[in-house]
């Protein structure tokens, strides 16, 4: 548990955490985490966590109230590399680089699912079923984004070069949905024979037309 508007993290009695007692937490962070590549949440148990650290129950609870917390800690951690991803939403996809930009966009998207994909399946999964923490979660890494590809529609609309029927926010909730959904499902796309390359090359000209207006060649 992190105190509001600081770094340091608490345990569950309020106490900051010295370093031993970080290396323990960070220890049950990843059996969570390697749990979940393998089973779903719900198939995730404390004991087995505990187990697999070579510590007790008693000390998870220490640090978490339940597994579902400790998936909302691995979640934020996985937000604070966002910037490094939202950095690629910034590039100049209207010069001649621009299908190259996009293409840069979705490979970096992509990475960040290959990265993290146990992480997010199970926040969107426990979101779509409306567990309200993973919603929030979930909004809170998809808005800056969504703001970033917003303001890119609105820019072009305002330059003649997108149709004003697009409502910016609707165009880039659905942007933001084909590359969450595709780099999700990326791998069952291959049984039918869609690769990445495919998939980039696809994706890219998706959004930079969408964004721009322009046709790439």
Do not use: C, F, N
């Given at each position: 548990?992190?105190?509001?508007?600081?770094?340091?993290?608490?345990?569950?009695?309020?106490?900051?955490?010295?370093?031993?007692?970080l290396e323990t937490r960070a220890k049950l962070l990843e059996a969570t985490a390697t749990m979940l590549s393998e089973r779903s949440l719900r198939d995730v148990s404390v004991m087995e966590i505990a187990r697999r650290v070579g510590t007790s129950p008693a000390t998870f609870y220490q640090y978490f109230k339940e597994v579902e917390?400790?998936?909302l800690a691995?979640?934020?951690?996985?937000?604070?590399?966002?910037?490094d991803l939202l950095a690629h939403f910034d590039a100049d996809f209207d010069g001649p680089g621009g299908l190259d930009a996009a293409r840069a966009l979705v490979n970096a998207f992509l990475d960040h699912w290959d990265e993290h994909g146990p992480i997010l399946r199970v926040r969107d999964l426990a979101s779509d079923e409306g567990e309200p923490r993973f919603r929030i979660a979930r909004a809170s890494m998809l808005r800056p984004a969504l703001e970033h590809?917003?303001?890119?529609?609105?820019s072009s609309q305002e330059a003649g070069h997108v149709s004003q029927g697009l409502q910016p926010m609707a165009t880039s909730?659905?942007?933001?949905?084909?590359?969450?959904?595709?780099?999700?499902y990326q791998?069952?796309?291959e049984v039918v024979g869609v690769d990445r390359a495919a998939l980039v090359e696809s994706c890219a000209r998706i959004v930079h037309q969408t964004i721009t207006g322009q046709k790439a060649e």
């Open positions: 548990m992190r105190t509001d508007g600081e770094d340091e993290i608490l345990d569950q009695s309020g106490r900051k955490l010295g370093p031993r007692a917390e400790a998936v691995l979640h934020a951690e996985v937000e604070k590399g966002l910037p590809l917003s303001k890119r529609v609105a909730a659905a942007l933001l949905s084909i590359l969450e959904r595709l780099a999700a791998r069952d796309l």
